[in-house]
């Protein structure tokens, strides 16, 4: 509920103080449903809390260059950063696609083409688009005949990603983009997940501690006990991508969504 200073829970009274020239800065609609809020009832109050949440973020990440979705939800965002880079009418590649099912993100009316190397039953395909079975070292495309190529959490499942990327480079046309969602990590905690058996796993994670804290390196030895391989071909560190990017492609827009052991990183680049 409102308050002469702010915002109180009507559940647990805590107390929010606005600053002065706060609701200057706040949209009409969420300044509207924050006005509203003069009944105890939980469910509003939290929706306007909520609300005004996602668009600090937003505003932060667009001071930075970046974008986030109404809800700040990772589905939203990856469709917000398909956007950036897909045109209806053309071509986009997914590399490592699944089903199939990521081609609900994209833009209507894009052209889809969905390249996986394990047998599954894709989706209900859009009219136009394909599924292909293949590997992504060894792309069965043309040169210079796609417009976008997309990668959703599938890099680091390549055995050879150096020649993957180069792969996207040859058959992107010129200034072609592409859209990368990967999981990335400081350079120890990518050791501990790249290392070869349980214990040596186990081990290395307790050298992530300045890294991550208490919670992360809970989090890597959880992992290394509950699996006995690896679950990726490779976990990358730090700057790890933007150094097999770089021969191929320049970088025009970047977010990043920090974990407890990993920060998701959300990336588009052009072909030079």
Same mark, same amino acid.
């Given at each position: 509920?409102?308050?002469?200073r =702010?915002l109180r829970?009507?559940?647990c009274?805590?107390?929010?103080?606005?600053? +002065?020239?706060?609701?200057?800065?706040v949209?009409? +609609?969420i300044r509207?449903?924050m006005a509203?809020? &003069?009944d105890p009832?939980?469910?509003?109050?939290?929706e306007?809390?909520?609300?005004?949440? /996602?668009?600090?973020?937003?505003?932060?990440?667009?001071?930075?260059?970046?974008v986030?979705?109404s809800?700040?939800?990772?589905?939203?965002l990856? &469709?917000?950063?398909?956007?950036r880079v897909?045109?209806?009418?053309?071509i986009a590649?997914?590399?490592?696609?699944?089903?199939g099912?990521?081609?609900?993100?994209?833009?209507?009316?894009?052209?889809?083409?969905?390249l996986?190397?394990?047998p599954?039953?894709?989706?209900? !395909?859009?009219?136009?688009?394909a599924?292909?079975r293949?590997?992504?070292?060894?792309?069965?495309?043309?040169?210079?005949?796609? +417009?976008?190529v997309?990668s959703?959490?599938?890099l +680091?499942c390549?055995a050879d990603? $150096?020649?993957?990327?180069?792969?996207?480079?040859?058959? %992107? &046309?010129?200034?072609?983009?592409?859209?990368?969602?990967?999981?990335?990590?400081?350079?120890?905690?990518?050791r501990?997940?790249?290392?070869d058996?349980r %214990?040596r796993r186990?081990l %290395?994670? !307790?050298? /992530? !501690?300045?890294d991550?804290?208490p919670? =992360?390196?809970?989090?890597l030895?959880?992992?290394?006990?509950?699996?006995?391989e690896?679950?990726?071909a #490779?976990?990358?560190?730090? =700057?790890?991508l933007?150094?097999?990017?770089?021969p #191929?492609?320049?970088i025009?827009?970047?977010y990043?969504? #920090?974990r $407890?052991?990993?920060?998701?990183?959300? %990336?588009t680049? &052009?072909?030079?």
């Amino acid at each position: 509920m409102e308050s002469d200073r =702010g915002l109180r829970c009507g559940s647990c009274r805590a107390e929010f103080a606005f600053v +002065d020239g706060f609701f200057d800065l706040v949209p009409r +609609d969420i300044r509207a449903r924050m006005a509203a809020c &003069r009944d105890p009832e939980w469910s509003r109050w939290s929706e306007a809390v909520r609300s005004l949440a /996602a668009w600090r973020v937003r505003r932060r990440a667009r001071a930075r260059g970046g974008v986030l979705p109404s809800d700040g939800t990772r589905e939203n965002l990856t &469709r917000e950063m398909l956007e950036r880079v897909c045109v209806p009418g053309k071509i986009a590649l997914d590399v490592g696609a699944a089903s199939g099912g990521k081609s609900a993100l994209l833009p209507p009316g894009s052209r889809y083409l969905d390249l996986e190397p394990y047998p599954v039953t894709p989706v209900q !395909l859009a009219p136009g688009a394909a599924m292909v079975r293949a590997v992504g070292e060894r792309l069965p495309v043309r040169d210079a005949v796609i +417009d976008t190529v997309v990668s959703l959490a599938a890099l +680091d499942c390549h055995a050879d990603a $150096a020649s993957s990327i180069a792969e996207w480079a040859r058959v %992107l &046309r010129s200034k072609g983009s592409v859209a990368i969602l990967l999981s990335v990590m400081p350079p120890r905690v990518a050791r501990a997940c790249n290392a070869d058996g349980r %214990l040596r796993r186990f081990l %290395l994670s !307790l050298g /992530a !501690l300045p890294d991550v804290g208490p919670i =992360g390196v809970a989090a890597l030895m959880s992992r290394s006990i509950s699996n006995s391989e690896r679950l990726k071909a #490779h976990d990358y560190a730090f =700057g790890e991508l933007e150094r097999l990017l770089e021969p #191929h492609f320049d970088i025009d827009w970047r977010y990043e969504e #920090h974990r $407890a052991a990993s920060t998701i990183l959300y %990336l588009t680049a &052009r072909k030079r």
